[in-house]
């Protein structure tokens, strides 16, 4: 299992958290993540295009002029798809573009797309966003004291509100909760980052919490040995 440096807002070290081989250890699968970035990019059309064929075009009920005897052309309206102001000829009409998408496809694109990333060394994972107040300039300085420089995918949460207050004007940026994480998007940025809590399918090591969960372990291990040393001393 691989392994990323944890740093915290001003670039210094604390600590560092592993990676899931299946998350972002596994071989990318490209034809995967192509038809589910087109499936994505598809459903976003609108589909409210509609023209109108002749059948549809007011006016138009009667011949032009004659069969016969004028040199031209028979006609039999003028709303036809060849004149001015009449209809159109395979008019487009509102339909659905969306593709339905396996949720394994969809998921292994996603779990393909941070593997690529993850491979070229552009995950960067950050112990907190501790922004005391929305500011810009904050946010700009953060992405520079963690080595960044390019077009930036952070995933938050939504109790990172100053932190998304504070990126949402860097265009460079985009923002994006931790539930709506997608392939597309991830592929359309050159860095990912994360933070601990919104860090997919990992254990962080060498942290507080961990040693706590450690202690609590402990202690509840110990107490099932007393009641069971306690029961066998009754029977």
């Known amino acids: 299992m691989a392994t990323v440096a944890v740093k915290n807002q001003k670039g210094a070290s604390a600590g560092e958290a592993a990676l899931a081989d299946d998350v972002f250890g596994i071989q990318p699968n490209v034809p995967v993540m192509h038809q589910v970035v087109r499936a994505q990019l598809a459903r976003r059309r609108a589909g409210t295009q ?3 064929t002749r059948a549809e075009v007011a006016g138009g009920g009667r011949k032009p002029f004659k069969q016969k005897g004028t ?14 102001g009449g209809g159109v000829a395979l008019a487009p009409k509102p339909r ?4 339905r998408t396996p949720k394994k496809m969809i998921n292994l694109a996603l779990r393909s797309a941070l593997s690529d990333r993850a491979a070229e060394g552009r995950v960067v994972v950050v112990d907190s966003w501790s922004f005391s107040s929305p500011k810009t300039s904050d946010a700009k300085a953060a992405l520079s004291a963690l080595g960044i420089d390019g077009q930036v995918l952070i995933v938050l949460t939504r109790d990172d509100e100053n932190a998304a207050l504070s990126f949402r004007n860097l265009p460079m940026v985009q923002l994006i909760e931790v539930t709506e994480l997608n392939a597309y998007d991830v592929l359309c940025n050159d860095y990912v980052v994360f933070t601990r809590e919104t860090l997919p399918g990992t254990r962080q090591t060498g942290t507080a919490d961990e040693a706590e969960m450690a202690n609590e372990t402990g202690t509840a291990n110990e107490t099932g040995t007393a009641n069971e040393t306690e029961s066998d001393g009754e029977a």
């Open 96 to 99: 659905k573009y969306g593709q």
């Open 71 to 84: 040199g031209r052309a028979r006609q039999g309206s003028i709303r036809a798809p060849h004149f001015k």
């Open 50 to 52: 509609s023209t109108k």
